[in-house]
């Protein structure tokens, strides 16, 4: 069964609006949530968050966790053409002395002139 | 900024044929991955590596599949009789330290593999 997962999996918008893209998890023996951006090739790192309610900022992008949901959410504003793009969320968790990185199905967002 | 470098970027081959991927992480990171996106799913972990031998696998790295450091610089992926199913994009990831959380892995841009 999933582990990680996304809502919405895709999402159209007109440049300028506000997005916020959905994640939860469940799994044990959590250390860390991150986000990724991925346009045509590799997954580019944007935010990891470990701690509860401490909101992560780059420009226009914005990420925070809660761990008692839990769940994490990532917002753009203003969005730009740019940002189209397929947004990942993964969990760094601990699966017996290892730890493995477990992705979401993405959110494909797309953003329109 | 240091990067993950895959080689080659797109691999076409022929059912039942031997593949080897090649990565170079990051110089000073320790810590290694391989993962694959089939087109159109979501990125799926296939092993990881440390010092030198396998800390996890999944389910999809079952013995057609093998990894190896041979140097100080690459880690490949190897898949020895590859099936139709094996087509996928292949992400190579490193991370500086294994157990540290602040420390976030950084990928290669993938190589696609094609099975004819």
């Known amino acids: 069964e999933d582990k990680v997962v996304q809502s919405p999996l895709s999402l159209v918008v007109h440049e300028g609006d506000t997005v916020t893209l959905n994640c939860s998890y469940e799994v044990t023996n959590f250390r860390s949530l991150l986000w990724y951006k991925q346009e045509k090739k590799a997954p580019t790192f944007l935010f990891m968050l470990t701690s509860s309610g401490i909101e992560k900022k780059s420009g226009r992008l914005s990420s925070i966790l809660d761990k008692k949901e839990p769940f994490s959410i990532l917002n753009i504003t203003a969005t730009q053409t740019g940002d189209s793009a397929i947004y990942l969320c993964a969990v760094f968790y601990s699966g017996g002395s290892n730890y493995k990185l477990t992705f979401g199905k993405g959110t494909l967002l797309t953003v329109n002139p | 900024e240091p990067e993950v470098t895959q080689t080659p970027s797109h691999q076409v081959t022929q059912m039942g044929q031997e593949v080897i991927l090649r990565c170079v992480p990051i110089s000073n990171h320790l810590y290694f991955y391989w993962y694959r996106q089939i087109l159109g799913q979501k990125v799926e972990f296939l092993v990881s590596?440390?010092?030198?031998?396998?800390?996890?696998k999944s389910e999809i790295f079952d013995d057609q599949f093998s990894v190896e450091r041979p140097d100080g610089s690459n880690f490949t992926l190897k898949i020895r009789s590859t099936k139709l199913e094996d087509s996928a994009m292949y992400f190579c990831a490193s991370r500086r330290t294994p157990n540290v959380s602040n420390q976030p892995q950084h990928f290669g841009d993938g190589t696609r593999l094609s099975i004819l």
């Open positions: 590596f440390y010092n030198n031998e396998i800390s996890e």
